[in-house]
């Protein structure tokens, strides 16, 4: 079975520090899309950035980076220079192929700070 | 990324009666959407998969005569919550795939807040 986690339940930075969240998955299958998604006050899931599990390359989107160590089956999210803005929950997914489901991790509540 | 848009983005009900919540994709067609149930604090469970066409597949423990799901077409799915009680009193949120993009990223509608009374 497929799991998602996610150990820091909350954090706090300093306005434009970069922060680093936290995700580890577990799963057999060999092929698979993790997925970073920020979901503000408003109640809406934004999509960040996507990283498949073929894919060689730290996906980047922006300010926001996947660290993915595929051998540590780690996916953590990087965000460069934070902004008050970007205070909201980050929840880390996994899918396993198209038109499968995607499952969720408990997420990160980030706090940005003046 | 796809645009999703769902309808409405919050509504009030009594105990007994009905709530249809419509999910659309806006600039793509979507065979298959997912239907999300977020509590409080919570992170998000899915509650079924909906399926252009055919019957919806729903996860264990979820009620199929009391969540009802219809795609009739494929850019729009609908939730209907039967016979609402308080403890149905949820976000609730939709999300599809564009199956023109290379990866299987799901785009989500802004959410539905329904509370019961």
């Known amino acids: 079975a497929q799991k998602i986690t996610q150990t820091q339940p909350g954090m706090f930075v300093q306005e434009k520090e970069a922060v680093t969240l936290d995700c580890t998955y577990d799963?057999?299958?060999?092929?698979?899309?993790l997925f970073w998604y920020k979901q503000p006050s408003s109640g809406e899931m934004i999509f960040l950035i996507y990283?498949?599990?073929?894919?060689?390359q730290n996906a980047t989107e922006g300010r926001y980076s996947l660290n993915f160590q595929k051998a540590r089956k780690s996916a953590n999210l990087v965000i460069s220079a934070s902004q008050l803005g970007d205070s909201a929950m980050y929840f880390c997914?996994?899918?396993?192929?198209?038109?499968?489901?995607?499952?969720f991790g408990k997420g990160t509540r980030l706090h940005i700070l003046p | 990324g796809a645009v999703v848009s769902q309808h409405p983005s919050r509504v009030i009900c009594k105990s007994g009666t009905s709530v249809k919540i419509e999910c659309r994709s806006l600039d793509f067609q979507a065979t298959t959407m997912f239907w999300y149930r977020q509590f409080p604090k919570k992170s998000l469970m899915l509650m079924a998969t909906s399926n252009e066409g055919s019957k919806a597949t729903y996860e264990q423990g979820v009620e199929k005569d009391k969540f009802l799901i219809n795609h009739a077409s494929l850019t729009l799915s609908t939730l209907t919550v039967t016979s609402a009680h308080p403890e149905d009193s949820s976000f609730y949120i939709c999300?599809?795939?564009?199956?023109?993009?290379?990866?299987?990223?799901?785009?989500f509608g802004p959410g539905t807040r329904l509370t019961v009374l």
């Open positions: 999300s599809a795939r564009d199956p023109g993009e290379r990866t299987d990223t799901q785009y």
């Open positions: 997914a996994m899918s396993r192929n198209r038109d499968d489901k995607i499952i």
């Open positions: 799963t057999s299958d060999q092929s698979y899309g």
């Open positions: 990283q498949g599990s073929y894919d060689e």
